[in-house]
């Protein structure tokens, strides 16, 4: 079988090149067709993902339809912006694995979204994967989380190698969550590495982070123990302490007084962080680190105001 990817940013061309790594044939859609013929021709996405070769296996095209032909699903590794529109050009009989952590323009999950367009298969995958490491083959683990379980386990099969294991999970909610919120507080995490304020300081952001995190997936109805599992937990500590990851730089260049360019790599969590500060303000839910980075990367308060509102709120149990 050939694995179609739809979206050749980094994740995409990852997923190609470890799924060729291990002669499995894959499809890989560039919207742009000067990206497409870049990738045909130096067989390196340079832009995106320098120093991963692609593997024969794997063919570049930016013919939608062409990618599609024979196909009955695709994963979509766009990023969240972009989700709508390709969902838009996409066939509903189509299974869709969505690999963006991000959510809908509207705040909502990007899956309740394609089930809302009519899509009858929906999944999404998420885990600790830096497509830097998954490029190279690197071992790392993921979840595939469906409401059918039988699609879910072909998808599961099709992606399993020697160097990807791939769970599965009927927790949409809670698998597609954990890797959005931990966006947001791997670029907390960053803000306090870019303001120097130490191991602690760090520890009590990815911790309380956390329980953020569980305190959404439970209010959005996710199973209680899959916050704690590879695409809660498991991603937080990859992001958060990671030399690849785009949240948690974007994080330490704010601190610095930087300037973070949005339309190069995609940072998700600027993004998420005001769609999720604005839920929580709406529904009187209280999630001071998300509000506190969602008021920094909004120009509202600078990193070090936020991490004091942080330290100031009222004392309470650990819980
Ligand atoms: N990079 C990683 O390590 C990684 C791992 C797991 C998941 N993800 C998630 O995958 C998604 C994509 O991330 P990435 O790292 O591949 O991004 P990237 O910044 O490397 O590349 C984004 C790509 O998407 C293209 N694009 C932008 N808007 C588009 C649209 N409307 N239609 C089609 N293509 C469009 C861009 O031209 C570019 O090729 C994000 O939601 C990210 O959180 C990334
Ligand atoms: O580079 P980031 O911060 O978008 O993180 C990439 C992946 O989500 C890590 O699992």
């Known amino acids: 079988m050939t694995v179609c990817i739809l979206g050749a940013g980094g994740w995409g061309t990852a997923l190609a090149a470890m799924l060729g790594l291990h002669g499995i044939e894959s499809v890989l859609w560039a919207r742009r067709p000067e990206l497409a013929a870049e990738l045909e021709q130096m067989r390196e996405n340079r832009s995106y993902l320098p120093g991963v070769r692609l593997p024969p296996a794997v063919t ?7 990618a599609l032909s024979d196909q009955a699903w695709a994963l979509l590794t766009v990023p969240s912006v972009g989700i709508p529109e390709l969902l838009e050009n996409l066939p509903r009989e189509l299974g869709v ?22 899509f009858g298969r929906v999944a999404v995958l998420s885990g600790p994967n830096h497509a ?25 099969a099709a992606l399993m190698t020697p160097s990807l294991r791939v769970y ?34 760090k520890a009590a952001v990815m911790t309380r982070g956390l329980r953020e995190m569980g305190h959404y997936l439970e209010a959005q109805g996710a199973q209680a123990q899959t916050v704690y599992g590879l695409s809660g937990l498991g991603d937080l500590v990859a992001t958060a302490g990671s030399v690849h990851s785009r949240n948690r730089a974007a994080g330490e260049a704010i601190a610095r007084g930087e300037h973070v360019q949005q339309g190069g790599k995609v940072v998700e969590g600027i993004r998420t962080a005001g769609l999720l500060n604005t839920w929580a303000q709406s529904h009187g839910h209280e999630l ?27 004392a309470k149990e650990e819980g």
């Open 132 to 156: 830097e490491e998954i490029g190279l083959g690197l071992p790392a683990a993921t979840v595939i989380a469906s409401s059918d379980a039988e699609w879910a386990a072909q998808v599961q």
């Open 60 to 66: 570049v095209t930016s013919d939608l339809s062409a």
């Open 97 to 118: 694995v969505l690999c963006a952590k991000g959510l809908a323009p509207d705040g909502d999950r990007l899956s309740r979204l394609a089930q809302q367009m009519g």
């Open 168 to 201: 599965t999970s009927p927790d949409v909610v809670g698998v597609e969550l954990g890797g959005v919120l931990k966006n947001v507080i791997a670029l907390a995490a960053g803000l306090i590495d870019g303001l120097g304020l130490g191991d602690n300081a």
């Open 288 to 314: 001071p680190i998300v509000r506190a980075v969602a008021r920094v990367v909004a120009g509202d308060c600078t990193p070090t105001q936020g991490v004091a509102e942080l330290m100031g709120r009222r």
